[in-house]
Nanobody
Framework: VQLQASGGGLVQAGGSLRLSCAVS????????MSWFRQAPGKEREVVSA???????LYAESVKGRFTISRDNAKNTVYLQMDSLKPEDTAVYYC???????????????????WGQGTLVTVSS
């Protein structure tokens, strides 16, 4: 399973970006997909997850600003990020796993597969 994240960049506070994560796998719809992020000097933290049933979960820090979605026909998961803040600056990683239950979605060590990360920088 290979994950390729893209869409990061430099944006001003209040702006928007959309991240994409393309997954090379035959049974994409069977996988739970998530986005994590890691800022310099900080631990990796969950941003959002979406289950096989398309039900999303969001970290409190991004609720109402970020939207996760998936396109099973394109084997791709997206993260639409609006109203960006400087504290959203981080490397964003997508992750995939096909054996998780909902209570595991926010645990990074639950995921078997990771993308390479894409840098998001929000200037004030």
């Amino acid at each position: 399973v290979q994950l390729q994240a893209s869409g990061g960049g430099l944006v001003q506070a209040g702006g928007s970006l959309r991240l994409s994560c393309a997954v090379s796998v035959d049974s994409f719809r069977s996988y739970v997909m998530s986005w994590f992020r890691q800022a310099p000097g900080k631990e990796r933290e969950v941003v959002s997850a979406i289950g096989r049933d398309n039900r999303p979960l969001y970290a409190e820090s991004v609720k109402g600003r970020f939207t996760i979605s998936r396109d099973n026909a394109k084997n791709t998961v997206y993260l639409q990020m609006d109203s960006l803040k400087p504290e959203d600056t981080a490397v964003y990683y997508c992750a995939a796993d096909r054996s998780l239950i909902r209570s595991d979605y926010f645990r990074p060590y639950s995921y078997d597969y990771w993308g390479q990360g894409t840098l998001v920088t929000v200037s004030s």
